[in-house]
Structure formats: structure tokens, C-alpha cells
């Protein structure tokens, strides 16, 4: 494997905004990342990126693209919840400053003490931690400052753990639940469409546990893959038992969600961040045998030719994650698809083997408006060609390997999903707003920097 250790980023001079560092504008404070709703930017530049797109229609990548397509794996459901069985129906809920709470709660007076010793809940947005209620208006508590003193609290939390794991299709890895917050929601408490960021190393997922609750409103919608129609998770309302029992929710960190604005009552919550076992080595989900024939075709092609591909995964990952424990940290169909592209290499002979590395990279593009007003402009024009920049590559182990920034070209891209370039960039983003302040009908201008899903790319061994 010769890797290009050439040039640092090469494509791209540095952006002028600050944001060298590759990795280094996560929200973490506020621990969500606001999208406030509005599509800036994306009708105008998803029109362009798809006039340029040259990803390969036919031929030995598009094969593997197509056979690659019906890899899903044991992807595990992509939000679940409902009852939460393994929990006691009386945590035992004590405040600190409070004592013990009753649950439900439905004391106003109690109420009113216990928002006394919270904080009006933040959210992320890029680099800040904003509080803004018409985003999010709930009230929160370090988990420090609580206790759930019924025992069977903690047994259930770990009984969750197995049932967590087989609905997200790892099943026997032994994830960990780490309280984040203790919310709580009144009339009017709600929290607009976000992604969680990383709290802790190696998150990928979140729990929301509903405490014994009675209220009407606050439903938690999960939307998958920028779809319109959510998943929805009411937390026992339509059953009836939201009062007497508590509810669950998980979704995969990186999945928008939003909750729905409580019309009556208090919501009260328990936020865990759901992670990977350091170092795990658990088996990786199987593909059915019959795959690898129309994998292994197309593959050994572009091997022959010594032809270099690339594939944009599709969930997000942190560069912690990656580089931590790497192939191990891969979700859902991306596990299996990289799983697949790995059995079918082993059918290769040896000396036309790939080796597969994953790589981070982030996508900035700067719009800009003249008729801003709000947060709600529709049209935006990008200023210049957006610019592209890699993180260097790591092994599968999650070593990286040294000097080696490579450049991806998109006509070397294995793009099972036919997503246009500007979909492949689509995931997490960070939106900066730049304008001249206080000077009535000025221009305005917008920064939109993507952190991009990492990628997996490969190399002719040899
Ligand atoms: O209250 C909930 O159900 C979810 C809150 C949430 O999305 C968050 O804290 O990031
Ligand atoms: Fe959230």
C-alpha cells in the first residue's frame, strides 16, 4: 500500500474561518446541535452539486455499488421504545435541595421548587451554547444533583442494557448507559428538531427514560434520514399508563429529533448516553453467503485495474469513536456493508487484496442572501465552490497511519444509494450566521461548515 503522504490537505487552501482543526467545532455544552428548521442553502446547492455529480453509472464500481445496495445487515431498529419493563414504577426520586419528589408530579408549588434549583436547559449551535427558549424551554440538572434511591433502579438499568443492544443489532456487546441530564418540561416546554453530539467517548446512541408523568403534548419524533414523517415515541399517553410506569425512547444519536410542545402539565426525564465498550471485539453482524459471488466480481475488476475506491458511511461518527475502535464503532449498514466489501476481499488472491481505512472530512460552503430577515430566507446563493477537507487515515484498528491526508476523488465513488454529492455531505452540520449587525437592510451572509460522515476508503495493497 502506497500511501499519498504527499500533502496535508490537499485540494483546498485553509478555510480563513478558524476552522483548521478538523475536528474541533462539536457541540458540547448544550451536548445537541440546533438545525433551526430552515433549508438555507440547500435547494440552490443540491441543484448545482447534482448537475456536476460524476460518480460512475456503469461498469465494476457501479456493480459493486448494486450489489452492495441489498446489504443491510442486521442494521437493528433504527428507534425503538415503549414500555420500560426492566425499570421499577417508584424510582425513588430524590432532588438535591428538594428531598424526595413524589412522582407524578403534578404540585405546582413542588414544581416551581424543583425548576428553582435547575438551569434553563442549552442547546449547541457550531461552536456555542445558547439558551433560547423558542428552540428549546425545558429545565435541567446534572445527574449529580438526584438520586433514584429504589435499588431496583440500578438493576434495571442494567437489565436494559441486552434489550438495548438486540434491538439495535448488536446484540451481546456490552454497551454502557451513562446518566446526562434530568429534564424537566412544563406548559409549553419543548425542544425544535436536533442531533445529539458526543458527551462522552464512544456515544452513539441516546435513552430517554420517561418518569411516571402526567401531562398532555411532549411526544419525542425520531425522523430517519431527513424524511418528513417521524418516528413517534408518546411514552405510554395512547396506552394510559404514562402516569404509572416509566417509558422509554432510543434512537441512534445522530438521528434528528425533536419533542413536541407540552399543552398541560410536567414531563419529567431521564436523558442516558448510550455507548460502545472500549476496545469491543464482539462479532461482527453475517451477510448471507450468496452475497459474495456478486461482490466478488466487480470487486476483483477494479483490483485487477489497481483501481482505488471510496464509500461515504452513512451514520455519523465522531473522530473519537473512529479513533478509538474503529471498524468496531460502525453502525448498522455500515457495518455490514464494510463487513461484506472485507469477506468478499478475503476471496481475492493475496497479492490483489485491498486494505480498507476509514478517514474523516468536512465540506464548508459559505451562502449568502441579501433578503435576510430571519432564520427563514429561502434564497440563499453559495459565494464560492465549497472546500473540502480530509483527516488522515486510520486502519480498521483505528491506527493512523502516518502523513497520509489523501484527497478523494468523486469518480472514484462506491455510491450503493445514488445519492447526489450533496446527499453524501448531508450529514451532521454546523451553521454559522454572519451579518452586518445593526445596519437595516444590509447584506447578510451565511456560513455553513459540514462535518462530514467519515469515510472508508481503499487502496490496492502492493
Ligand atoms: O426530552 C426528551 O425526550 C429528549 C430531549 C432531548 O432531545 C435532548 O435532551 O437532547
Ligand atoms: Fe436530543
Not at 423558542?134 to 438526584?146: C, E, H, Y
Request: charged share 25%; aromatic share 10%.
Amino acid at each position: 500500500m502506497d500511501s499519498e503522504d504527499s500533502e496535508l490537505y490537499s485540494n483546498e487552501d485553509e478555510d480563513e474561518d478558524g476552522c483548521a482543526g478538523m475536528f474541533d467545532d462539536y457541540s458540547d455544552d448544550g451536548g445537541c446541535q440546533a438545525s433551526d428548521g430552515s433549508d438555507i442553502g440547500d435547494a440552490s446547492d443540491f441543484k448545482r452539486e447534482k448537475r456536476k455529480d460524476t460518480y460512475e453509472k456503469e461498469g465494476p464500481l457501479a456493480d459493486l455499488g448494486k450489489a452492495l445496495s441489498i446489504v443491510q445487515g442486521n442494521r437493528g431498529e433504527f428507534s425503538f421504545g415503549g414500555k420500560a419493563d426492566f425499570l421499577p414504577p417508584a424510582p425513588g426520586l430524590e432532588i438535591e435541595g428538594i428531598g424526595r419528589v413524589v412522582l407524578p408530579l403534578i404540585d405546582e408549588q413542588v414544581a416551581e421548587r424543583i425548576i428553582d434549583v435547575c438551569e434553563q436547559a442549552p442547546f449547541g449551535r457550531g461552536r456555542e451554547t445558547l439558551v433560547d427558549t423558542s428552540v428549546r424551554n425545558s429545565w435541567q440538572l446534572d445527574p449529580s444533583k438526584i438520586k433514584l434511591t429504589n435499588p431496583d433502579w440500578a438493576t434495571g438499568i442494567q437489565r436494559a442494557i441486552p434489550i438495548i443492544a438486540k434491538k439495535l443489532g448488536v446484540e451481546g456487546t456490552p454497551l454502557t448507559l451513562h446518566p446526562y441530564k434530568f429534564l424537566l418540561y412544563k406548559k409549553g416546554g419543548h425542544f425544535t428538531k436536533h442531533r445529539d453530539t458526543e458527551k462522552e467517548d464512544r456515544m452513539f446512541a441516546t435513552m430517554v427514560i420517561q418518569l411516571p408523568s402526567v401531562h398532555q403534548g411532549g411526544q419525542l419524533q425520531v425522523f430517519k434520514d431527513g424524511s418528513e414523517d417521524p418516528v413517534i415515541h408518546d411514552f405510554g399517553a395512547a396506552a394510559g399508563t404514562a402516569e404509572y410506569r416509566c417509558n422509554y425512547a432510543v434512537h441512534y444519536a445522530d438521528a434528528e429529533h425533536a419533542v413536541t410542545p407540552i399543552t398541560d402539565g410536567y414531563r419529567l426525564a431521564l436523558i442516558y448516553s448510550i455507548c460502545w465498550p472500549v476496545r469491543s471485539s464482539h462479532p461482527a453482524p453475517t451477510t448471507a453467503d450468496e452475497l459474495y459471488p456478486a461482490l466478488l466480481k466487480p470487486l476483483a475488476e477494479l483490483a485487477n485495474a489497481d483501481r482505488a475506491f471510496h464509500y461515504y458511511l452513512k451514520h455519523e461518527y465522531t473522530y473519537h469513536s473512529m479513533s478509538d475502535i474503529a471498524f468496531g464503532s460502525l453502525k448498522g449498514e455500515d457495518r455490514a456493508r464494510v463487513q461484506s466489501l472485507r469477506t468478499a476481499n478475503e476471496y481475492l488472491p493475496p497479492d490483489q487484496r485491498y486494505n480498507f481505512y476509514l478517514l474523516q472530512g468536512k465540506r464548508h460552503a459559505s451562502y449568502f442572501s441579501e433578503d435576510y430577515t430571519t432564520w427563514n430566507v429561502k434564497e440563499w446563493a453559495l459565494v464560492e465552490e465549497p472546500k473540502y477537507k480530509y483527516g488522515p487515515l486510520l486502519d480498521l484498528e483505528g491506527k493512523q497511519l502516518r502523513k497520509s491526508y489523501p484527497t478523494l476523488a468523486d469518480a472514484d465513488v462506491l455510491n450503493p444509494d445514488h445519492q447526489s454529492r450533496y446527499q453524501r455531505w448531508s450529514g451532521h452540520r454546523t451553521k454559522t450566521y454572519e451579518g452586518s449587525l445593526g445596519n437595516e437592510g444590509a447584506h447578510q451572509g451565511l456560513d455553513i461548515s459540514q462535518v462530514s460522515a467519515s469515510r472508508l476508503a481503499s487502496k490496492v495493497d502492493g
